[in-house]
C-alpha cells in the first residue's frame, strides 16, 4: 500500500522560509511524477508544483514560481518543498501528492504551514 | 489557465436516492493521447482528499460503482447511483491536462 507522510510544517513568520518533507514507500517512487497541493483553511486545494520522474521536469504555479522549489532525492524516496519569503496567505495544509490525476493517485496526510509573526 | 465551474455547490439527499455533479471547463480537456484528463475527488472531513474518478470514467481501485463519471470536451458528471451515509464530504472535480492543474469549487453532499 501506498504511504505518503509529511513533514516539516510549522509556525513561520513572515519573510521566512520552510522546508517540507515527503516520505513515500510502498511504491516504485522514481516511477512517477511527484506534486504539492495545498489547501488553506475552509478552501479548496490548489496546486502548487510537480516534478517528473528524474527532476529534470518542473511546473510551478504562478503564486509559487521564484519562490517555492521542488525537488526530490530518488535514492531516499523523498520529495521537498522548499519556501522562501512566505506570506500569510501561504498560510495552508500542504498535501504531497503522487501520480495525480492517474490509477495511482494518493495524497499524503498533509502538513500545516502557519505564516504568523 | 482552465476555470473549473462545478454545480451545484451543496447537495442534500436521501439515502438510496440518486445524485448528479456537473463540473463544465473553459476549455476541451482532450489530450493528444486521446485520454480526456478529468478527475475527481471526495474530501471526507478530516481525511485527505482521495480520488474517486480518473481519466473521465475510470474509477480507481477500491471505489464503489455505484459512483461513475462520464463527459468529453468541457462537460462531465459524476453521478452516485445511490447515496449512502459514507458518501458525506466535499466532491472536486479537477484538470489535469495542462499546469496549473485546476479544481473546481467543491459540492458539498449531505444526507437527508
Known amino acids: 500500500e501506498v504511504h505518503l507522510v509529511e513533514a516539516g510544517g510549522g509556525l513561520v513568520q513572515p519573510g521566512r522560509s520552510l522546508r517540507l518533507s515527503c516520505a513515500a514507500s510502498g511504491l516504485s517512487f522514481s516511477n512517477y511524477w511527484f506534486h504539492w497541493v495545498r489547501q488553506a483553511p475552509g478552501k479548496g486545494p490548489v496546486w502548487v508544483a510537480r516534478i517528473n520522474e528524474d527532476g529534470g521536469i518542473t511546473n510551478y504555479a504562478d503564486f509559487a514560481q521564484g519562490r517555492f522549489s521542488i525537488s526530490r532525492d530518488n535514492a531516499r524516496n523523498t520529495l521537498h518543498l522548499e519556501m522562501n519569503s512566505l506570506r500569510a496567505e501561504d498560510t495552508a495544509v500542504y498535501f504531497c501528492v503522487v501520480d495525480m490525476s492517474g490509477a495511482r493517485d494518493r495524497w499524503g496526510q498533509g502538513t500545516l504551514v502557519t505564516v504568523s509573526s | ?112
Open chain 2, 1 to 112: 489557465d482552465i476555470v473549473m465551474t462545478q454545480s451545484p455547490l451543496s447537495l442534500s439527499v436521501t439515502p438510496g436516492e440518486p445524485a448528479s455533479i456537473s463540473c463544465k471547463s473553459t476549455q476541451s480537456l482532450l489530450h493528444s493521447n486521446g485520454n480526456t484528463r478529468m478527475t475527481w475527488y471526495l474530501h471526507r472531513p478530516g481525511q485527505s482528499p482521495h480520488l474517486l474518478i480518473y481519466l473521465t470514467s475510470n474509477r480507481a481501485s477500491g471505489v464503489p460503482d455505484r459512483f461513475s463519471g462520464s463527459g468529453s470536451g468541457t462537460d462531465f458528471t459524476l453521478k452516485i447511483s445511490k447515496v449512502e451515509a459514507e458518501d458525506v464530504g466535499i466532491y472536486y472535480c479537477m484538470q489535469g491536462l495542462q499546469t496549473p492543474y485546476t479544481f473546481g469549487q467543491g459540492t458539498k453532499l449531505e444526507i437527508k
